[in-house]
Antibody, heavy 118, light 107 residues
Framework: QVQLEESGGGLVKPGGSLRLSCAAS????????MTWIRQAPGKGLEWISHISYTGTSIYYADSVRGRFTISRDNAKNSVYLEMSSLRADDTAVYYC???????????WGQGALVTVSS | DIPMTQSPSSLSASVGDRVTITCRAS??????LNWYQHKPGKGPNLLIY???SLQSGVPSRFSGSGSGTDFTLTISSLQPEDFATYYCQQSYSAPFTFGPGTKVDIK
């Protein structure tokens, strides 16, 4: 079955760190750019980062640049988001998604909730 | 960054209605515009890519049009399963920003 599954979400204190994982199944991960998107409570979707096929090209939104790190391990069919210096406004559901034609996103996970609170 | 706007922010409609949502980019983006449907508790679902191409498996009542800065998503006959929030997204240049969303609910 073609799917993505996020894990690693949870409650973390301000200034803390957390690592999200995205496990891919049913397709060849190395054939796709991969993207992380988040949705804060009551807010819309925010594109935050993507990574190229082998990780040589990476882009971050200004809101997370310098604090978040995206990576991938094609042999393990996984993509990661390392988050540090977390703030209350990083509280959100984090989705990983597969890039399709023209950087549209044709496959999404169910999301992982990250709550930053003391 | 390319800010995106959508209108309306919400609408109420009945089953069978024709619904139109508009999306505007702050600069020209060609046809690098995608539309998604999002329901609570699920990941979003790609409906339209490159402004007017229907994603595989998406019902033909959904259609997209536009180029440059102005785009439209049309649902020709609203069905009960279509009540959701709809987002546009530009994929012209990173960061690939989303619009603020349009919530479609039952009248």
């Amino acid at each position: 079955q073609v799917q993505l599954e996020e894990s690693g979400g949870g409650l973390v204190k301000p200034g803390g760190s957390l690592r999200l994982s995205c496990a891919a199944s049913g397709f060849t991960l190395r054939d796709h750019y991969m993207t992380w998107i988040r949705q804060a409570p009551g807010k819309g979707l925010e594109w935050i980062s993507h990574i190229s096929y082998t990780g040589t090209s990476i882009y971050y939104a200004d809101s997370v640049r310098g604090r978040f790190t995206i990576s991938r391990d094609n042999a393990k069919n996984s993509v990661y988001l390392e988050m540090s210096s977390l703030r209350a406004d990083d509280t959100a559901v984090y989705y990983c998604a597969r890039d399709f034609y023209g950087s549209s996103l044709d496959l999404w996970g169910q999301g992982a909730l990250v709550t930053v609170s003391s | 960054d390319i800010p995106m706007t959508q209108s309306p922010s919400s609408l109420s409609a009945s089953v069978g209605d024709r619904v139109t949502i508009t999306c505007r980019a702050s600069q020209t983006i060609g046809t690098y515009l995608n539309w998604y449907q999002h329901k609570p508790g699920k990941g979003p679902n790609l409906l339209i890519y490159r402004a007017s191409s229907l994603q595989s498996g998406v019902p033909s009542r959904f259609s997209g049009s536009g180029s440059g800065t102005d785009f439209t998503l049309t649902i020709s006959s609203l069905q009960p399963e279509d009540f959701a929030t709809y987002y546009c997204q530009q994929s012209y240049s990173a960061p690939f920003t989303f619009g603020p969303g349009t919530k479609v609910d039952i009248k």
